[in-house]
C-alpha cells in the first residue's frame, strides 16, 4: 500500500524527533559524564599525573641492571618514547589503530567498522582506539559482565577525548606501552623485552616486535611463553597488518613469518638473578623502621642495640622511613619507580658466585661422601642422640608445615604423624631442583646437609662493596650469611691481638718462647691446646707466631694485656657484637659477621684507617631526582708503623705460612696479606685475604656448628674457605678492565724498614 505525501510528512516528524532525542540523549549523557555525574571520571590532576605503580631498579655501579623491587605483578619500568624501538610502534599502529594519527581520540570510522562488523558477523576489526585502550588500562576496572562493560564504553571515549588533548601521540604510545601487562611479571614493554627476549626496548628485531605487539589483542591466550604456535600465528597477522600499513615489503614480511618463534626467557623473580643476597638485605636496610625496644625479645638485647645504633648512625639503614617526599609522604620502595645505584660491581659479583658455586659444590661432594652410611649424619659424631632430636625438632618448629598445621589446631600426635608419612616434594641439589617422595622430616635432615658460606669483597680506599654472597643459593637457603649470621672467628681474631702488641711498642722481630702455658684466669686455669709441635721449646719470632697460627704465642701474648684492651681494640675494628673480656679471645671464640670481619681488615692495607662498608653511592627519584647521595665513614684506629709491621707480618701467612696455598695451589704471585681461621671441632672455616686494592673474606660452614668435618684436613679454613678466595681472586686479575694489577703492591714508607726493632 503506497505512502500518501501526508503519511510521508508524518513519518519524516516522527523520525527526526526520535533522532533528535536520541541526539539529546547522547550529549546529555557525554555532558553529565564529562562534569562526572554519570560513572568515574578522573580529575584533571590525575588525567595530567597517571598514577602507575613503577618498580625500583637496581644498577650495579658499572651500570648494568641487578634487579628490581615490586609488589605482585607491578615489575613496570616506564620509558620514554624516542627509547622504544620503532618497529614497535609501528606494529602497534598497524595492528590496532591505523588511523592513530588522523583522529582525536575516538575514530568514528573505525567505531562504524565495528559495528558493522558485529552486526553481519564479519571480522571487521575492533573499533577501541589506542588512546581509548589506554583509558581503559588507567582508569576503568575490571567489567562483571557485559552490560557493565557497555556502560564503561561511553566514559573511556570521554577519557580518551581528554587524555588527546593533554598529551601528544608520541606520549600516548608511550603510555600505552608502559601501562600494558605482558603477564609473567612483565609489566610494561620495557620489562617484556627483558623478560621475554633479554634485551632492551630499543634492540629488538622487528619479529620480536611483532610478537610482543601481537600480545595486545589478549597476553593469555597469546602467551609465546606457554603457547609458542599460536603466538607465532597472531605474529604473522601482525606482520601482515604492517605489510599492508606499508611499514614492510612483501618480501619483507614473507621472509620474516618463516622464522620461527624464539625466546630468551628471564624469568623475573626476586630469588633469582645475579647479587640476590645483596639484595635482598639491601631491601631491609632501607625500608627498616626506628627499633623500638619493646619488639625485640629478651634474647634479641644484642640485636636491638645493634638496630639502634644503626638507626642513629648509619644514613641507609631505614632511608625510606628518615626521608620523605616533598609532599610529606613517604617513598614505596616498590611502586615510585626509584632507582638505586650500588656500588656492586656486576663483573666482580659474578666471578663470586662463580667461586662460591664450584668450591661449594666440591667441598659439599666430599661431605656427602663422609657421612655416608652414617647414622647420625649430617652431625658431629660426638652428639647425642638426644643432642641431635632437640636441634630436628628445632627446625620442626620453625618449618612452614608445622606453623601451618598448628594454625588449623593440630596437636602433636598428628603434627607428628604429618612430618614422618611419606609425601611429594621437591629438595634441592646443585643440578637443580629434583622431585621426589620422602617424610618432611627426613627432608629437613638432608637439606640440613648442605654446607653454608658467606662471602664479601670491598674496596678498602672507598668502602665500596664490590661483591656480596650469602649462601650458596638463595632459592633454597635465604638465610645471609654475610650480614646476618654470626660465627665464631678462630685464628683470624689473631691480627687483633697482634695489633695490640705493636701499638704498644712491639715488633714482628720480638723473640717468645714456644711452648705450652697455663694462664690461671678468676674461672680457673686456662691451657690452650695447639694444632702443631713444631719448633716446640724454642725461641721463635712474631713473625713466625703469627704466621703459623701459633696459639701457645697467642695466649703468651695475651697474658702481658687485660681482656678488656684487646676487646676495646676489636670495637674500634667495627666490631659491633658483645665481646666477653676473657683470655681465650685470644683465640676467636667471639662471633663476628663476614661483614664486621671484611670491614675490619680493610684497616691492614690502609694505613691504619678502617672504612664502613658503602653498598649504595646514590639514589634518584622517578623523574631523575637525587634523594640520597652516600659517602664512605673513615675512622684511625692504629698508627702507619702499625700498619707497616702488619702487612709485613700477613704477609708471611701467605708467602710460606697457613695460607700458603694460595700461592702453591693456586698459583696467585701478588703482594697480599691474609689469616686462616678454623674453630673447635672445625665448626667454621674462615680466610680473610687483601691485596692493595680489594679487601674478601669467605666463611664455610653448616647450619649448626654441629655440623661439620670430622676431619681437620677438610675442616680447617684453609681447605673450606680459602680456595673460594683464591678462585675470585684469580677470575677478578684475570679481568684487564677491572683495573687489578699483579704489579699493586702495599704503600709502605720508604723510611720504615721491616727489620726496625729486630736487633
Given amino acids: 500500500m503506497a505512502l500518501t505525501e501526508e503519511r510521508r510528512i508524518g513519518f519524516k516528524k516522527v523520525f527526526w524527533k526520535i533522532f533528535g532525542i536520541g541526539l539529546a540523549v547522547v550529549v546529555l549523557l557525554f555532558f553529565l559524564i564529562s562534569i562526572g555525574w554519570i560513572g568515574y571520571l578522573p580529575e584533571i590532576g590525575e588525567l595530567q599525573n597517571p598514577i602507575n605503580k613503577s618498580a625500583t631498579e637496581i644498577y650495579s655501579s658499572d651500570a648494568q641492571l641487578l634487579g628490581r623491587y615490586y609488589k605482585g605483578r607491578d615489575n613496570r619500568v616506564p620509558i620514554n618514547y624516542n627509547e622504544i624501538d620503532k618497529d614497535i610502534i609501528n606494529a602497534l599502529i598497524a595492528t590496532e589503530d591505523i588511523r592513530f594519527y588522523k583522529h582525536s581520540g575516538i575514530d568514528l570510522r573505525g567505531l562504524i567498522r565495528a559495528v558493522f562488523g558485529v552486526l553481519t558477523r564479519s571480522n571487521s576489526g575492533g573499533g577501541s582506539t589506542i588512546t581509548q585502550q589506554l583509558a581503559k588500562q588507567l582508569y576503568s576496572p575490571g567489567a562483571g559482565n557485559i552490560i557493565e562493560r557497555a556502560f564503561q564504553k561511553p566514559i573511556e571515549w570521554v577519557i580518551a577525548v581528554k587524555l588527546e588533548r593533554m598529551y601528544s601521540k608520541e606520549e600516548i604510545i608511550a603510555m600505552y606501552l608502559n601501562q600494558f601487562d605482558f603477564l609473567n611479571n612483565a609489566v610494561g614493554i620495557k620489562s617484556a623485552s627483558h623478560v621475554y627476549f633479554n634485551s632492551p626496548a630499543d634492540k629488538l628485531n622487528i619479529q620480536e616486535a611483532a610478537t610482543l605487539v601481537g600480545m595486545c589483542k589478549n597476553p593469555s591466550y597469546f602467551n609465546p611463553l606457554r603457547y609458542n604456535e599460536r603466538s607465532s600465528s597472531r605474529r604473522n597477522v601482525v606482520l601482515d597488518q604492517m605489510r599492508k600499513a606499508g611499514f614492510l615489503t612483501e618480501n619483507e614480511s614473507d621472509s620474516i613469518k618463516k622464522l620461527p618463534l624464539i625466546l630468551d626467557y628471564k624469568r623475573v623473580d626476586h630469588k633469582e638473578g645475579l647479587a640476590p643476597y645483596f639484595r635482598e638485605y639491601l631491601r631491609k636496610v632501607l625500608t627498616a623502621k626506628k627499633p623500638v625496644k619493646s619488639d625485640y625479645a629478651d634474647w634479641q638485647k644484642e640485636t636491638y642495640e645493634n638496630d639502634k645504633w644503626s638507626w642513629e648512625n648509619d644514613p641507609l639503614y631505614g632511608f625510606f622511613e628518615k626521608n620523605k617526599k616533598s609532599d610529606g609522604s613517604k617513598y614505596d620502595i616498590y611502586t615510585d619507580g626509584l632507582k638505586i645505584y650500588t656500588t656492586i660491581d656486576s663483573r666482580m659479583q659474578r666471578y663470586a658466585e662463580e667461586a662460591v658455586d664450584q668450591h661449594m659444590q666440591s667441598i659439599q661432594k666430599q661431605f656427602f661422601s663422609e657421612k655416608k652410611g652414617r647414622k647420625y649424619a649430617p652431625f658431629s659424631r660426638d652428639l647425642t642422640t638426644a643432642e641431635v632430636s632437640s636441634i630436628m625438632q628445632s627446625a620442626v618448629n620453625q618449618s612452614e608445615r608445622y606453623r601451618k598445621l598448628k594454625k588449623e589446631g593440630a596437636g602433636k600426635e598428628e603434627i607428628d604423624k604429618s612430618f614422618n608419612t611419606k609425601t611429594e616434594m621437591r629438595v634441592f641439589t646443585y643440578n637443580g631442583w629434583v622431585d621426589t617422595v620422602m617424610t618432611p622430616m627426613d627432608s629437613i635432615r638432608y637439606h640440613k646437609h648442605f654446607l653454608r658460606c658467606g662471602f664479601m669483597s670491598m674496596d678498602p680506599a672507598d668502602g665500596h662493596v664490590k661483591a656480596y654472597v650469602g649462601g650458596p643459593d638463595f632459592t633454597a637457603f635465604q638465610y645471609d650469611m654475610v650480614t646476618l649470621g654470626r660465627r665464631q672467628i678462630g685464628s683470624t681474631v689473631k691480627p687483633y691481638l697482634y695489633t695490640l702488641c705493636m701499638e704498644e711498642g712491639m715488633s714482628p722481630c720480638d723473640m717468645v718462647l714456644n711452648e705450652p702455658i697455663t694462664i690461671m684466669t678468676s674461672s680457673g686455669p686456662w691451657s690452650p691446646r695447639n694444632a702443631s709441635s713444631r719448633r716446640i721449646g724454642e725461641m721463635v719470632t712474631l713473625r713466625w707466631g703469627l704466621k703459623e697460627s701459633n696459639n701457645w704465642i697467642s695466649a703468651r701474648l695475651m697474658s702481658q694485656f687485660t681482656p678488656e684492651a684487646l676487646v676495646k681494640l676489636m670495637h674500634s675494628f667495627g666490631i659491633k657484637g658483645k665481646i666477653d ?63 707497616f709491621k702488619m702487612i709485613y707480618m700477613m704477609r708471611s701467612v701467605i708467602d710460606d705460612g697457613t695460607g700458603s696455598r694460595v700461592r702453591r695451589v693456586y698459583g696467585l704471585t701478588m703482594p697480599m696479606g691474609g689469616k686462616t681461621g678454623t674453630t673447635n671441632n672445625n665448626s667454621d672455616g674462615w680466610f680473610m685475604g687483601y691485596t692493595p686494592k680489594l679487601v674478601s673474606g669467605v666463611w664455610v660452614g653448616g647450619e649448626e656448628r654441629s655440623i661439620r668435618f670430622d676431619s681437620m684436613a677438610q675442616g680447617q679454613g684453609a681447605a673450606m674457605a680459602l680456595p673460594i678466595w683464591a678462585n675470585y681472586m684469580k677470575k677478578v686479575l684475570a679481568d684487564k678492565q677491572l683495573g687489578y694489577k699483579v704489579t699493586d703492591d702495599f704503600k709502605v714508607s720508604s723510611e720504615w724498614s721491616s727489620e726496625a726493632g729486630c736487633e
Fill in 581 to 643: 673480656p676473657v683470655v681465650s679471645l685470644a683465640l676467636g671464640p667471639v662471633e663476628v659477621s663476614v661483614a664486621e670481619m671484611v670491614d675490619a681488615y680493610t684497616a691492614f692495607p690502609s694505613r691504619g684507617i678502617r672504612v664502613d662498608p658503602l653498598y649504595v653511592s646514590h639514589i634518584e627519584d622517578a623523574n631523575g631526582n637525587i634523594i640520597g647521595s652516600f659517602t664512605p665513614r673513615m675512622e684511625e684506629i692504629f698508627s702507619e708503623e702499625t700498619a
